[in-house]
C-alpha cells in the first residue's frame, strides 16, 4: 500500500485511498472523508489553473504530525493524508483526508480537524493564475 500520507503531482483515486484505510483495520465501523477541489471561479474572477508549492520536508513531516495526533485525539484506528502539489486544473482534486475509527462521529470530527490543522499549519501554497494576473492566496478559515 502507499504510504498514508503523501505530496504528489499526480492525482490520486479516493477509492485506492478508502480501500488502503479500510485494509488497516477490520473495526473500522465509520469513515468520514473530505476531497478538496479546484474552482474555476474565485473571488469573482475566473480561475484558469491553480498553483501548489510546498516546502516539501516540511510539509511532509507536520502532516505526518497532524496524522498522528489526529489518531490520538480522535481514537482513530488509522487516517489519510494526500495533497498535490505542481498545477492543477478547474475541477481536479487537490487534497483527500480520510478518518477511520470504530465509529462515526470520531471519525468526522477527526476529517474536519485535519483539514482545518492542514490549512493553518502545513507550509503549502497556493497561487491561482487568473487573466487579471497571478495571485498568491490567503487560506480561509
Not at 77 to 102: Q, S
Request: glycine share 8%; with cysteine.
Amino acid at each position: 500500500m502507499s504510504d498514508p500520507v503523501r505530496l504528489q503531482e499526480a492525482d490520486f483515486s479516493q477509492d485506492e485511498e478508502i480501500r488502503a484505510l479500510q485494509a488497516s483495520s477490520k473495526r473500522m465501523g465509520g469513515i468520514a472523508t473530505f476531497l478538496g477541489c479546484a474552482r474555476d471561479f474565485s473571488e469573482g474572477r475566473e480561475v484558469s489553473e491553480i498553483s501548489f508549492d510546498a516546502y516539501g520536508i516540511m510539509a511532509l513531516s507536520e502532516m505526518n504530525t497532524l496524522r498522528s495526533e489526529a489518531i490520538e485525539k480522535f481514537g482513530l484506528l488509522d487516517a489519510r493524508i494526500v495533497h498535490r502539489i505542481g498545477t492543477v486544473k478547474g475541477g481536479d482534486n487537490i487534497v483527500f483526508i480520510a478518518a477511520g475509527a470504530e465509529h462515526r462521529a470520531p471519525a468526522l470530527e477527526a476529517c474536519r480537524w485535519m483539514i482545518d490543522e492542514l490549512k493553518q499549519r502545513v507550509p503549502i501554497w497556493k497561487k491561482e493564475i487568473t487573466p487579471q494576473g497571478d495571485s498568491w492566496v490567503t487560506p480561509h478559515p
